[in-house]
T-cell receptor
Framework: GENVEQHPSTLSVQEGDSAVIKCTYS??????FPWYKQELGKGPQLIID?????GEKKDQRIAVTLNKTAKHFSLHITETQPEDSAVYFC???????????FGQGTRLTINP | GAVVSQHPSWVICKSGTSVKIECRSL??????MFWYRQFPKQSLMLMAT?????????EQGVEKDKFLINHASLTLSTLTVTSAHPEDSSFYIC?????????????FGQGTRLTVV
């Protein structure tokens, strides 16, 4: 089955700087890669996603890149703000199985 | 947009009792829902796939007799933790995808914090 590895487990950056979180996946059949933000005591909220037919996607300060050959994808947050502090999870799935396999999570702290 | 609602948001129960958690899709019909468990500072681990009108599919290592899943309607799936013990204390989260858009966003409920004392 699918296995998703996420790094780093913790990340601390100064407000205004950029943050990058990386994930690798094992199943070449995976074709959907979402990123979720989870705040304490709440369910995950989708912040951006990418499909395997696209190499990059951007939404304001957030961008995701996908390298299908290397089976890795990354989340980029620019101009970080204190409200970006949370735990971020990457995930992978394929259109057949639908179920998501999550990475281990990254606790992002933005220092004012 | 589509919303998944989970109830209750938190529950405390005594060891040995059973607890039921509900997951509802509010504006779409979900033939499939997913149940996850998340221990503190850990990732979401898929427990089972809930299938409307048929038996749930459990992930390896998840006891189907302990975690009973019922998906009796297209908008409701329930997870019952039977004979709960302190080690079952966790954050339980459900999710569903709108079948009209199968390979799109999975919507998550707000989660249920279960504490077994």
């Amino acid at each position: 089955g699918e296995n998703v590895e996420q790094h780093p487990s913790t990340l601390s950056v100064q407000e205004g700087d950029s943050a990058v979180i990386k994930c690798t996946y094992s199943d070449s059949a995976s074709n959907y890669f979402p990123w979720y933000k989870q705040e304490l005591g709440k369910g995950p909220q989708l912040i951006i996603d990418i499909r395997s037919n696209v190499g990059e996607k951007k939404d304001q300060r957030i961008a995701v890149t996908l390298n299908k050959t290397a089976k890795h994808f990354s989340l980029h947050i620019t101009e970080t703000q204190p409200e970006d502090s949370a735990v971020y999870f990457c995930a992978a799935s394929n259109s057949g199985a639908q179920k998501l396999v999550f990475g281990q999570g990254t606790r992002l702290t933005i220092n004012p | 947009g589509a919303v998944v609602s989970q109830h209750p948001s938190w529950v405390i129960c005594k060891s040995g009792t059973s607890v039921k958690i509900e997951c509802r899709s509010l504006d779409f019909q979900a033939t499939t829902m997913f149940w996850y468990r998340q221990f503190p500072k850990q990732s979401l681990m898929l427990m089972a796939t809930s299938n409307e009108g048929s038996k749930a599919t459990y992930e390896q290592g998840v006891e189907k007799d302990k975690f009973l899943i019922n998906h009796a309607s297209l908008t409701l799936s329930t997870l019952t933790v039977t004979s709960a013990h302190p080690e079952d204390s966790s954050f339980y989260i459900c999710s569903a995808r709108d079948p009209r858009h199968p390979n799109t966003e999975a919507f998550f409920g707000q989660g249920t914090r279960l504490t077994v004392v």
